[in-house]
């Protein structure tokens, strides 16, 4: 065996086992979950957010949503989670949708709305699109409550 053999041949596994995946992927989610699982631009953690929240799905899979508010609109939102890949793309979705967005409009916000953006999510997809929705409105409950205690 000439040396870096083993390392081609593992090199081209991996190539293989990657492609695999993004074909079984791409059977099962559409390109706009995808891609904002794969890129997400709305993911990290905010420091000193106007509004948090913090909600558990029922598959185990945490998000934390964080608001920065322009009076009551909606400036800027990201989100964390340890979710799955559709976990990652709903939050990322949910986050753009809720930009420029007033507290009020932000609060009608539907999981439905968040699972149309994507174009869909397989069924046993769907409670992603339901945990972000329910981190969100457990961002704007924590603000009202903390307002209400100011005034």
């Not at 007033?102 to 397989?122: K, R, S």
Request: proline content about 4%; some cysteine.
């Amino acid at each position: 065996m000439t040396p870096g053999t083993d390392q081609d041949d593992f090199e081209r596994l991996v190539a293989d086992i990657q492609r695999e995946v993004e074909a079984q992927e791409a059977q099962i989610y559409t390109s706009k979950v995808i891609e904002a699982a794969h890129h997400p631009e709305k993911i990290g953690r905010m420091t000193d957010p106007d509004a948090y929240g913090k909600s558990r799905s029922w598959c185990g899979d945490m998000m934390e949503m964080y608001l920065r508010l322009d009076g009551q609109r909606i400036e800027t939102a990201c989100f964390m989670t340890d979710g799955c890949g559709p976990t990652i793309a709903c939050g990322n979705v949910l986050a753009g949708l809720v930009e420029g967005q007033t507290l009020e409009e932000a609060g009608e916000i539907l999981p439905h709305q968040v699972l149309d953006a994507l174009d869909g999510l397989p069924e046993e997809s769907v409670h992603c699109a339901e945990l972000a929705v329910s981190t969100l409105q457990n961002a704007l409950f924590n603000w009202r409550a903390a307002h209400e205690e100011a005034t």
